[in-house]
């Protein structure tokens, strides 16, 4: 696979990308998708491609659950989204301040990509106070006995150094920690009987 920088920034992409229009969400779903992302990277391919219309949101979701089941570094691909045609409000379309940033938030989100790294808040801080500005001050992680790393190792030196606060969420893991699954039966008024939490469940037990 060949690479080109992506204008004057220094990224490198590769010169194919795979975008998930059509695809993701219309004919392949999460598991589709981890073989056909898979299949690109062995390949060479670093650069993928979405949008915020394409399956009404879902693309995203799909393309954000396969990466992260597939356990990729984040920083070995470059990952883009487009954003316009966001839903049928007054406000959730066009390119507006508001709906440019609503949208992009609202992509990421869908991405699984919305959560800084340790890194990437110390590279804020340091531009903001050249610019005299006022840095991040708190961050939401996800916290609990299953997941304490980004909480307890990665963001360690941001609590001294910057006064990063936390609020942090699921700290009962979505419910898991509390022991009603252990049986192997899930309870009807859990949120794990819902459809779209099915595929959560299998993972964190």
């Not at 959730?92 to 440019?100: E, Q, V």
């Not at 969420?169 to 252990?182: C, D, F, H, M």
């Amino acid at each position: 696979m060949q690479y080109r920088n992506l204008g004057r920034s220094g990224l490198k992409v590769s010169q194919l990308s795979y975008g998930a229009w059509v695809s993701f969400g219309n004919q392949l779903d999460v598991k589709e998708a981890k073989s056909l992302l898979q299949c690109c990277r062995d390949n060479g391919v670093n650069f993928f491609d979405n949008a915020e219309v394409y399956a009404n949101g879902r693309a995203e979701e799909i393309m954000g659950q396969a990466i992260r089941e597939l356990g990729w570094k984040r920083s070995d691909v470059v990952v883009s989204t487009k954003i316009f045609w966001g839903g049928s409000g007054p406000n959730d379309k066009g390119l507006s301040r508001k709906h440019i940033i609503e949208g992009t938030k609202a992509s990421l989100k869908r991405l699984d990509m919305d959560e800084w790294s340790a890194q990437q808040i110390t590279e804020a801080w340091g531009v903001a106070e050249r610019l005299d500005l006022v840095g991040p001050i708190v961050e939401q992680p996800e916290y609990n006995l299953l997941s304490r790393h980004k909480v307890e190792c990665e963001y360690l030196p941001l609590y001294s150094n910057y006064g990063i606060g936390l609020t942090t969420w699921s700290p009962l893991a979505s419910g898991v920690l509390t022991g009603k699954y252990n049986k192997g039966t899930i309870p009807q008024d859990s949120r794990f009987a819902l459809e779209n939490y099915k595929v959560k469940l299998l993972i964190a037990v």
